[in-house]
């Protein structure tokens, strides 16, 4: 087993024991292979060793590893690629919005998934992690790999960074100081989380083949993706900001399915 796995398993034991308690048991190996075989064979050994561990939570369980991001079990994670790749080919997603070669592996409750990507999407390495938001026009690089990701997840975790186990709150398990904690792993992570805009990925590659293409139709300040996009471009967003937006476009869809002002 991975060191940084036996340090996760070992910091949960003692300072989250509800949640280690709600964890389900390992992968079996033909679950997990099912997931490799998706991506020929390519699957990051620390995953492997992730899934061998634990099996996501179980769903009598109401909380998170980090934020609210939460610990997919191998056959959510093959079901979940295989639902993708049926939308890409039939409802049109291209290989900027999902690619075949992204292996999720956290989700959250609003549709977003935390991904590995093998191929290195976006002119960047192979392994990187990329966050799928459902109905957002960013593809965001987040880290330079999964172990990247959980080590440094875990020397925060050991540092004190995070909330008690009686503080978590919504299901949600949140940094003390948000300020440090962004400090923290930018100090790590030096040049990440790098920002994808999917239309200027899009207009890039257009360019790029000399196709003409026309600009945007402007979107009124006031909507609520425009906004979204503008804080996040200026490094103003973060978990519970996202969460808020998710919750104002439930919202939204709710009033204009019941055609409710």
């Known amino acids: 087993m991975h060191p940084l796995v036996v340090r996760l398993d070992q910091w949960l034991l003692a300072n989250r024991p509800a949640y280690h308690a709600g964890l389900m048991p390992?992968?079996?190996?033909?679950?997990?292979?099912?997931?490799?075989?998706?991506?020929?064979?390519?699957?990051?050994?620390?995953l492997r060793d992730l899934l061998t561990w634990r099996d996501g939570q179980s769903e009598d369980y109401f909380g998170s590893l980090e934020f609210y991001w939460s610990l997919m079990p191998a056959g959510?994670?093959?079901?979940?690629?295989?639902?993708?790749?049926?939308?890409?080919?039939?409802?049109?997603?291209?290989?900027?919005?999902?690619?075949?070669?992204?292996?999720?592996?956290?989700q959250n409750p609003f549709g977003d998934y935390m991904c590995?990507?093998?191929?290195?999407?976006?002119?960047?390495?192979?392994?990187?992690?990329?966050?799928?938001?459902?109905?957002?026009?960013?593809?965001?690089?987040?880290?330079?790999?999964?172990?990247?990701?959980?080590?440094?997840?875990?020397?925060?975790?050991?540092?004190?960074?995070?909330?008690?186990?009686?503080?978590?709150?919504?299901?949600?398990?949140?940094?003390?100081?948000?300020?440090?904690?962004?400090?923290?792993?930018?100090?790590?992570?030096?040049?990440?989380?790098?920002?994808?805009?999917?239309?200027?990925?899009r207009r890039d590659s257009r360019s790029d083949r000399g196709e003409e293409f026309h600009r945007e139709e402007l979107v009124h300040a006031v909507d609520p993706d425009r906004l979204r996009a503008a804080l996040r471009h200026n490094g103003l967003i973060n978990e519970?900001?996202?969460?808020?937006?998710?919750?104002?476009?439930?919202i939204r869809t709710d009033r204009e399915t019941t055609g409710e002002e």
Not at 27 to 45: M, N, Q
Not at 240 to 250: I, K, M, N, S, W
């Open 26 to 46: 390992g992968a079996s190996a033909a679950d997990i292979d099912e997931v490799a075989r998706r991506v020929g064979g390519r699957l990051p050994p620390l």
């Open 76 to 106: 959510g994670i093959a079901s979940t690629m295989d639902e993708m790749a049926w939308i890409a080919a039939n409802e049109g997603l291209d290989d900027l919005e999902w690619s075949a070669d992204w292996v999720p592996f956290l």
């Open 116 to 201: 590995i990507d093998l191929q290195g999407a976006f002119g960047g390495r192979p392994g990187q992690l990329v966050k799928y938001g459902h109905d957002d026009e960013f593809r965001n690089i987040i880290c330079p790999s999964l172990e990247a990701w959980l080590g440094t997840l875990v020397a925060a975790f050991e540092a004190g960074m995070f909330e008690s186990e009686h503080e978590a709150r919504d299901g949600r398990f949140d940094p003390v100081d948000w300020k440090a904690y962004e400090a923290f792993v930018a100090e790590r992570h030096p040049g990440y989380p790098i920002e994808v805009c999917l239309s200027d990925s």
């Open 240 to 250: 519970v900001v996202d969460g808020a937006f998710a919750r104002l476009a439930e």
